[in-house]
């Protein structure tokens, strides 16, 4: 008689739990997958137990949609100073500036703080030589700082950086067509009212930079 399926899982995890706790690997001497789901489309290549002994699949990320992983991605760097995030973007290369999208409305942006004495014009320390070098090369500057331990300090310290999050909605209708037309925009330019909203948060943060200084 065919044991029935719950069975059937008893005695994966009891193999599992024999495997010293490591995946139990389903692929082949050439590193092929060979189990099929049909039903999810998936090829399974490890199973392993989970905290409560009960045997999960293991699957690549990279069978999943593009925004899966980038929302994984961003999950485990909850913990990293924003810049380094995956969801950041440069918006202007010449200044350094870059910006994420926190919600429609919401987004962080940053640049380096020029007030700060370690950045000011006649400055001649590491962070200005720095702020030189990378000026208009913003992917450079975030793949150095994976491999440059100076590189990665200079991003990383929040005094050398104009930062903050601003919500569109925090402004009237009247306040966001008001920045809007003091650089050139119409209300219905934008494709959408995220554009919009990203380009308000833009505006004011260039307008206010002041207010964005953690070094005071």
Not at 148 to 161: C, K, M, Q, T, Y
């Amino acid at each position: 008689m065919e044991k029935e399926i719950s069975e059937v899982l008893l005695d994966i995890a009891a193999d599992l739990k024999r495997n010293n706790g490591e995946p139990w690997d389903l692929t082949n001497d050439s590193g092929e997958p060979t189990v099929f789901d049909t039903r999810s489309e998936l090829y399974i290549r490890d199973i392993v137990l989970d905290k409560d002994n009960n045997p999960c699949a293991l699957i690549p990320l990279g069978h999943f949609e593009d925004d899966t992983i980038r929302d994984i991605a961003e999950m485990m760097r909850q913990d990293l100073p924003q810049i380094f995030r995956p969801s950041t973007k440069c918006s202007d290369p010449d200044q350094l500036q870059f910006f994420r999208k926190i919600s429609v409305t919401k987004f962080w942006y940053c640049e380096p703080n020029i007030y700060h004495n370690d950045l000011l014009p006649d400055a001649d320390t590491p962070a200005s030589r720095l702020r030189e070098k990378y000026l208009g090369d913003p992917e450079g500057l975030l793949q150095d700082a994976h491999t440059d331990p100076e590189v990665h300090a200079f991003l990383s310290n929040s005094a050398l950086w104009l930062e903050g999050e601003i919500d569109a909605d925090s402004f009237s209708r009247e306040q966001q067509e008001k920045l809007l037309k003091g650089n050139g925009y119409s209300w219905n330019f934008f494709a959408c009212d995220m554009d919009r909203n990203q380009i308000i948060c833009e505006i004011y943060f260039e307008e206010n930079q002041l207010e964005f200084r953690n070094d005071i």
